[in-house]
């Protein structure tokens, strides 16, 4: 993926930081999730005064993407509020994300011009799968 391409990801994602519903944790975080015919579904963290029925960004643009029929996906550029974290995907969403593309890549930003851009599958070698 090219560098201009990445920045483009990183900037869409940034551009749905202000939807983040952390009013517990106050910490925003925000993806944006490319699919392979070039269409972006954004997701924002949702949390819950239950706290477990929170969602991390990154699930919340995958169920936006494959409840619309994509589960091709190339990249998604992961952002948070807090510029001074690197905003790697939690496991559940490290293995939401290998259920369509475990070769993805997971870019992820601290802000809009320091990231890093991980292929999936060296971050999550041996994802849960039923036959192995
Ligand atoms: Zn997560």
Redesign the pocket.
């Known amino acids: 993926m090219k560098k201009d391409a990445i920045k483009e990801l990183i900037a869409e994602a940034y551009s749905a930081l202000k939807f983040s519903y952390s009013p517990y944790s106050n910490y925003a975080v925000a993806s944006a999730l490319l699919t392979s015919d070039g269409t972006i579904f954004k997701g924002i963290n949702i949390e819950n005064a239950t706290y477990g029925a929170t969602i991390?960004?990154?699930?919340v643009a995958v169920s936006k993407a494959v409840s619309e029929g994509y589960k091709d996906f190339v990249a998604i550029a992961v952002v948070t509020a807090d510029k001074e974290s690197m905003p790697y995907?939690?496991?559940?969403?490290r293995q939401v994300l290998s259920e369509f593309s475990p070769n993805m890549l997971v870019i992820v930003a601290k802000n809009e011009t320091l990231y890093k851009a991980l292929k999936l599958s060296d971050m999550l070698p041996y994802k849960f799968e039923l036959k192995n």
Not at 56 to 59: A, F, H, I, L
Not at 89 to 93: A, M, T
């Open positions: 991390c960004s990154e699930r995907p939690c496991g559940i969403c």
